[in-house]
């Protein structure tokens, strides 16, 4: 049996901000909002390892609007700056140092940059030896904070600042994502989940259910980005929300590797509806509409869904190719 | 004669970018020309400043411009922020354009008093001809008019190049010139009584970029807020209590934390710290919320 959560609806979201306005990231940003509503289940007593991102400009120094506690580490070693911080609370707590009352939740916090790329050693790393921590990656689909460049969680057919579409490769980045859940799932851990903020009960239910267990809780979560991306900020999630609509963000939960998504559109929407609406997709459309890249990207995504249909037995209509 | 431009945007308005087309202008007409921007850490909102040095000589000179002959002032209520310092260094008779519907505002600025001032509604054009608040080839295109040098074909065909280069698509860069257009022929000239650099060098006091509230403890949680990033802002969501329903779908969605919820239910708007992402407005189910442009600076 489930247990029964504490959010229901909206109305549910909690009413205490961990996090002071002003800080230095982008308006409109998604990472940020992941942020704060991870925060909010998790409550006050945290700490943030943060690899270097864009999530590194939410402080400017000596201005921060976290009201709980952030170690800033490089781009490769959040979840080691993690370990050093579970393993310190663990030791002051047993030799009676600190009450146990204040103790800390250790949080990774990074971009798919450090996610994917600079630091999925180091977090397989923490996986392995089991640490108990949360780990956030707030996914924009490119290393957003020097300027949009390609990463291994940049989807096919995005431009970046690294990939554009030029003639030569029409279709902008070629390759296709990492599967960092799966990468995730074969080491074990007791849970990991997908989230975005468009979907925010879903989101809160993952977060507070990941909290019941110990060992590594891992969420990667899509990130809005409106610089990157190219929307008006005030479309933030109405693209996330659309991203999952279309079948391209998958919303899911893995419970000691066992997968199980947690929002199945019953009728996919086509990803063109999607991709239309960004800058970074614009080459798909004009001059001339890449009906071959557009194609590959809703095949893609029809075939996950079929397969996700077979396995956890629902109906799910796909889109016409 | 070395003419000095300053820029003064927000990230996202294109600052950048008209400092460039400025640039190619003059370079069309042919005159030497140097642009280039500075950011901060800051994101999409933020201050964000660009030079260009126009001259008819080779130009010596690098770096910041201190001492503009002309200042372009994307955003009116940067005037306000200390951070962006606006109008540092106008020279004696220097111009300041302003990118609002008016000038009454400024007048409280205390600023030294023989600057000239000019003024156009960049962002009412820009949405009637873009439908978005981006005025780079505005700002460009009443820069180069105001300097006086420059002839509409080559600012045309400035605005082209550059807005190619960022890969714009065609239709953009045709409404984008039809802007440059309209902002150029409704500006007149204005003598630039340009005199060379007397720059003199001054580190301003920490107190006085603060506005003399002095820092906040560093070791206060969540001291962020004194930043006042709602100057950043150029539509204001502004909330209707009687449409509200106290659905709460704001302040789910807010990323900054810049809505706080009465014991009602319904939101209150932090304006020192409200960005403008306007996510509330957009996702708000009964459309309670409503937009003002944002031009006096608070
Ligand atoms: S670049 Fe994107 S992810 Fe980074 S701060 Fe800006 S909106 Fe957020
Ligand atoms: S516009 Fe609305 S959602 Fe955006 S920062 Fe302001 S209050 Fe928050
Ligand atoms: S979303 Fe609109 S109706 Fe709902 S609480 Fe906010 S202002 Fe009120």
Same mark, same amino acid.
């Given at each position: 049996?489930?247990?029964?959560?504490?959010?229901?609806?909206?109305?549910?979201?909690?009413?205490?901000?961990?996090?002071?306005?002003?800080?230095?990231?982008?308006?409109?940003?998604?990472?940020?909002?992941?942020?704060?509503?991870?925060?909010?289940?998790?409550?006050?007593?945290?700490?943030?390892?943060?690899?270097?991102?864009?999530?590194?400009?939410?402080?400017?120094?000596?201005?921060?609007?976290?009201?709980?506690?952030?170690?800033?580490?490089?781009?490769?070693?959040?979840?080691?700056?993690?370990?050093?911080?579970?393993?310190?609370?663990?030791?002051?707590?047993?030799?009676?140092?600190?009450?146990?009352?204040?103790?800390?939740?250790?949080?990774?916090?990074?971009?798919?940059?450090?996610?994917?790329?600079?630091?999925?050693?180091?977090?397989?790393?923490?996986?392995?030896?089991?640490?108990?921590?949360?780990?956030?990656?707030?996914?924009?689909?490119?290393?957003?904070?020097?300027?949009?460049?390609?990463?291994?969680?940049?989807?096919?057919?995005?431009?970046?600042?690294?990939?554009?579409?030029?003639?030569?490769?029409?279709?902008?980045?070629?390759?296709?994502?990492?599967?960092?859940?799966?990468?995730?799932?074969?080491?074990?851990?007791?849970?990991?989940?997908?989230?975005?903020?468009?979907?925010?009960?879903?989101?809160?239910?993952?977060?507070?259910?990941?909290?019941?267990?110990?060992?590594?809780?891992?969420?990667?979560?899509?990130?809005?980005?409106?610089?990157?991306?190219?929307?008006?900020?005030?479309?933030?999630?109405?693209?996330?929300?659309?991203?999952?609509?279309?079948?391209?963000?998958?919303?899911?939960?893995?419970?000691?590797?066992?997968?199980?998504?947690?929002?199945?559109?019953?009728?996919?929407?086509?990803?063109?509806?999607?991709?239309?609406?960004?800058?970074?997709?614009?080459?798909?459309?004009?001059?001339?509409?890449?009906?071959?890249?557009?194609?590959?990207?809703?095949?893609?995504?029809?075939?996950?869904?079929?397969?996700?249909?077979?396995?956890?037995?629902?109906?799910?209509?796909?889109?016409?190719? | 004669?070395?003419?000095?431009?300053?820029?003064?945007?927000?990230?996202?308005?294109?600052?950048?970018?008209?400092?460039?087309?400025?640039?190619?202008?003059?370079?069309?007409?042919?005159?030497?020309?140097?642009?280039?921007?500075?950011?901060?850490?800051?994101?999409?909102?933020?201050?964000?400043?660009?030079?260009?040095?126009?001259?008819?000589?080779?130009?010596?000179?690098?770096?910041?411009?201190?001492?503009?002959?002309?200042?372009?002032?994307?955003?009116?209520?940067?005037?306000?922020?200390?951070?962006?310092?606006?109008?540092?260094?106008?020279?004696?008779?220097?111009?300041?354009?302003?990118?609002?519907?008016?000038?009454?505002?400024?007048?409280?600025?205390?600023?030294?008093?023989?600057?000239?001032?000019?003024?156009?509604?960049?962002?009412?054009?820009?949405?009637?001809?873009?439908?978005?608040?981006?005025?780079?080839?505005?700002?460009?295109?009443?820069?180069?008019?105001?300097?006086?040098?420059?002839?509409?074909?080559?600012?045309?065909?400035?605005?082209?190049?550059?807005?190619?280069?960022?890969?714009?698509?065609?239709?953009?860069?045709?409404?984008?010139?039809?802007?440059?257009?309209?902002?150029?022929?409704?500006?007149?000239?204005?003598?630039?009584?340009?005199?060379?650099?007397?720059?003199?060098?001054?580190?301003?006091?920490?107190?006085?970029?603060?506005?003399?509230?002095?820092?906040?403890?560093?070791?206060?949680?969540?001291?962020?807020?004194?930043?006042?990033?709602?100057?950043?802002?150029?539509? +204001? &969501? /502004?909330? =209707? @209590?009687?449409? !509200?329903?106290? *659905?709460?779908?704001? #302040?789910?969605? $807010?990323?900054?934390? %810049?809505?706080?919820?009465?014991?009602?239910? +319904? &939101? /209150?708007? =932090? @304006?020192?710290? !409200?960005?403008? *992402?306007?996510?509330? #407005?957009?996702? $708000?189910?009964?459309? %309670?919320?409503?937009?003002?442009?944002?031009?006096?600076?608070?």
């Amino acid at each position: 049996m489930e247990l029964q959560s504490k959010y229901r609806t909206l109305r549910d979201v909690p009413q205490l901000d961990y996090l002071s306005p002003g800080g230095s990231l982008c308006a409109g940003c998604g990472g940020l909002l992941a942020v704060r509503l991870f925060h909010k289940v998790l409550g006050k007593n945290v700490v943030w390892v943060n690899a270097a991102g864009c999530m590194t400009i939410m402080v400017n120094y000596p201005l921060v609007p976290l009201k709980s506690n952030w170690l800033y580490t490089a781009f490769a070693s959040a979840p080691a700056g993690a370990q050093g911080i579970r393993d310190a609370l663990d030791i002051l707590i047993k030799k009676g140092k600190i009450p146990e009352s204040e103790d800390l939740k250790v949080v990774v916090v990074t971009g798919d940059g450090a996610a994917y790329d600079i630091g999925l050693q180091s977090t397989s790393g923490a996986i392995y030896r089991n640490l108990d921590f949360y780990y956030l990656c707030y996914d924009n689909q490119a290393y957003g904070n020097t300027g949009f460049q390609v990463s291994s969680a940049t989807p096919v057919g995005s431009s970046t600042a690294t990939t554009p579409a030029t003639p030569s490769q029409p279709a902008g980045n070629i390759q296709k994502r990492k599967d960092l859940f799966e990468i995730w799932r074969a080491h074990n851990p007791p849970y990991i989940a997908t989230l975005s903020s468009s979907y925010a009960v879903d989101f809160l239910k993952k977060v507070e259910k990941g909290s019941g267990f110990r060992g590594p809780k891992l969420y990667i979560s899509l990130a809005g980005c409106p610089t990157g991306w190219g929307y008006d900020p005030r479309e933030t999630i109405r693209e996330e929300k659309l991203a999952v609509d279309t079948g391209i963000w998958p919303l899911k939960e893995a419970v000691e590797g066992k997968v199980r998504h947690t929002v199945v559109p019953r009728a996919l929407r086509p990803v063109e509806e999607y991709l239309a609406t960004q800058a970074r997709y614009q080459h798909l459309f004009t001059p001339t509409k890449r009906i071959d890249v557009i194609r590959q990207i809703q095949n893609d995504v029809n075939s996950y869904w079929e397969g996700v249909a077979d396995r956890e037995g629902f109906d799910i209509k796909l889109v016409e190719t | 004669m070395i003419i000095r431009v300053r820029f003064h945007g927000r990230g996202g308005q294109g600052a950048k970018t008209a400092s460039r087309i400025l640039g190619t202008s003059c370079f069309i007409e042919g005159l030497n020309v140097q642009d280039s921007p500075v950011y901060g850490a800051e994101r999409r909102g933020a201050p964000v400043t660009a030079f260009t040095r126009i001259s008819d000589e080779q130009i010596l000179e690098r770096g910041y411009v201190f001492d503009p002959d002309l200042i372009v002032v994307m955003d009116p209520t940067l005037l306000d922020s200390p951070a962006a310092r606006v109008t540092d260094g106008i020279r004696k008779k220097g111009v300041i354009f302003l990118n609002s519907p008016s000038v009454t505002h400024i007048t409280k600025q205390n600023i030294a008093s023989d600057f000239r001032l000019v003024n156009f509604d960049l962002t009412n054009a820009a949405m009637e001809m873009l439908g978005k608040p981006i005025i780079s080839s505005a700002s460009a295109a009443a820069a180069a008019r105001l300097i006086g040098m420059v002839k509409e074909s080559s600012l045309e065909q400035a605005i082209e190049t550059e807005l190619e280069e960022i890969g714009l698509s065609e239709e953009t860069i045709e409404k984008n010139v039809l802007l440059g257009r309209k902002v150029f022929s409704s500006l007149e000239p204005v003598e630039l009584m340009t005199e060379e650099s007397s720059r003199e060098l001054k580190i301003a006091p920490l107190e006085l970029i603060l506005e003399g509230n002095g820092l906040e403890d560093i070791t206060a949680a969540g001291n962020s807020s004194v930043s006042r990033t709602g100057s950043w802002r150029i539509f +204001k &969501p /502004v909330v =209707d @209590y009687e449409k !509200c329903t106290a *659905c709460t779908v704001c #302040y789910a969605y $807010c990323p900054e934390s %810049a809505l706080t919820l009465r014991q009602d239910g +319904k &939101p /209150v708007i =932090d @304006y020192d710290n !409200c960005k403008g *992402c306007l996510i509330c #407005y957009r996702e $708000c189910p009964p459309k %309670a919320i409503t937009l003002e442009r944002e031009v006096v600076a608070f």
